[in-house]
């Protein structure tokens, strides 16, 4: 697939908020025009149903109804609801959707940030747990068993979103582009030029622009979960935003990065989430149950453990 015009396409590109990060999107050929407007529109619309900090999004309601009645949620939200809680089965609960009022406690990521009294982390634990959402798949509801239950669809709606953008962009004959919602990249098609995508993987330990390798790809989601992302110090020690369900913590198994490239996002959004709390070994099993997907983990110990064919290593 080689271009054939020598001179250099310009690419239509949007840079806005959304989904608690700052998104770009960058599109080659077909109405790129068009779709870009459609893509904000359908990113804000998942925000507006998923966001577990606008009052009247649907995972709100739910969330202010817990111990209460099944709230009517939209097809999307059921969709990622119901895709989160397969995670949590596939790594017996390692990954959590129900996480939020942990994730509250700590406040990572806000101002109010702080290491909790370990009474309350253990009086908010039995909250936390996926089994306990209910779905009525006749009646499109969604309820959550116990009062002060909630969710969180923060470690999988950029996936969602994503795909979602992906599929508006090939229905308008979009041949190339990046979809970046915040890092949870999206590489469509080939570069213009008829090559793959280069998507550097961070150095966890580097600056934010310094990459550890690169993935060649095409039409592949590349995803990252790590412990840079979302942290503060407290006495030298970092506290990062991705917490273990079953001790209530920052996750420590090992791991400071987990990359996942995969064909749909939101696949490679929860799982690089739960391949972190899981760890190398348990998180390497629940890998080769998948088919087409790749990982590159990188542990504290600076060891880089790749199964994939499409990464290369940029700096030795
Ligand atoms: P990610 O960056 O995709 O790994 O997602 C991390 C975000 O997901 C956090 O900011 C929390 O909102 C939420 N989260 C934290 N720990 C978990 C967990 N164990 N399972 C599911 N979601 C989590
Ligand atoms: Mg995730």
């Not at 998942?46 to 949620?73: L, P, T, V, W």
């Not at 942990?102 to 702080?114: K, R």
């Not at 709390?277 to 087409?292: A, Q, R, T």
């Not at 990188?298 to 880089?304: G, L, M, N, S, Y």
């Amino acid at each position: 697939m080689v271009n054939e015009h020598k001179e250099e396409q310009i690419p239509v590109i949007k840079t806005f908020y959304s989904l608690g990060t700052i998104i770009r999107l960058r599109l080659y050929g077909g109405d790129s025009k068009f779709a870009i407007d459609e893509a904000q529109k359908r990113i804000f619309e998942i925000d507006d149903r998923m966001s577990a900090f606008k009052c009247n999004s649907e995972i709100s309601k739910i969330n202010n109804n817990a111990g209460g009645y099944a709230q009517e949620i939209s097809e999307d939200t059921l969709f990622v609801i119901k895709k989160a809680m397969q995670y949590s089965e596939l790594s017996t609960g390692a990954f959590d959707p129900t996480v939020r009022p942990l994730v509250a406690l700590w406040g990572i990521g806000t101002e109010n940030a702080s290491i909790p009294e370990e009474k309350k982390i253990k009086e908010t634990l039995p909250l936390v747990n996926y089994r306990d959402i209910i779905i009525d798949e006749k009646n499109h509801t969604v309820k959550l068993n116990h009062a002060n239950q909630s969710i969180d669809l923060g470690s999988i709606a950029k996936g969602y979103a994503a795909d979602e953008v992906a599929d508006i962009l090939h229905r308008n004959g979009v041949a190339s582009a990046i979809i970046d919602l915040g890092g949870n990249i999206y590489a469509l098609g080939y570069k213009p030029d008829g090559t793959k995508w280069d998507i550097g993987i961070q150095d966890p330990l580097g600056s934010r622009e310094s990459y550890i390798g690169v993935a060649n790809v095409a039409d592949k989601s590349v995803v990252t979960s790590g412990n840079y992302e979302r942290y503060f110090l407290s006495n030298g020690k970092r506290f990062h935003h991705i917490l273990d369900p079953r001790n209530g913590y920052p996750s420590e198994n090992g791991l400071i990065s987990a990359t996942i490239i995969s064909d749909f996002s939101i696949d490679g959004d929860a799982l690089t989430t739960c391949i972190y709390v899981m760890g190398i070994e348990k998180g390497m099993k629940l890998l080769e149950s998948f088919e087409g997907v790749e990982s590159i983990l990188i542990t504290e110990d600076k060891e880089v453990y790749t199964s994939s064919s499409i990464y290369s290593k940029k700096y030795c």
